[in-house]
């Protein structure tokens, strides 16, 4: 049974088949491995400031959010997979604006509550993550979907708008 103001995905059979969802269990909030920390400084040219594992799923799939030490005004994080043999990412640049980085009234911070994974696939080449970024006003749904080396956001995304008057 749906529930109110939760987010869902129908997918095509042939396009994401159903038997490469994977089963997931909520992230326990620990730290990316010294290794795969090192893979992302090494790629976004910044040290790891924190991450947080969101989730994990079956085959020892992490996701994580990072967070990179800022440059100024100019702040960085990604969303990191964490497979057994590779650490994959998509990275979202910002720049601080008064209250206002990667959300309104964001304060140029990023915690894990503000992320929900809302599934993980893998197929014979790519994993596909749904996730569901939370605002001040609302919630951003997407897909990130393994281009090679890297995530990439999907064409399929939306925004639901949930402030409470």
Known sequence: TAKPNETYYLMDEKKLPTDALLRMTAGDASALDDF????LEAKSGRPVAES?????ADGGIGVYLVLYEAKGNDLLASIAVRTPDETISKEYPAQL???SAWR??????LTA??????????TDTDIYIGMEWIGAEGKN????QQ???ALEEADIRFYRYTAIA
């Open 52 to 56: 947080w594992k969101l989730a994990e």
């Open 141 to 144: 749904a997407f897909i990130l």
């Open 36 to 39: 795969a920390v090192k893979q």
């Open 113 to 122: 509550k503000l992320f929900n994974v809302l599934f993980a696939a893998k």
């Open 147 to 149: 281009n090679g080396d």
């Open 97 to 99: 604006n008064g209250s």
């Open 104 to 109: 309104v009234d964001d304060g140029g911070t």
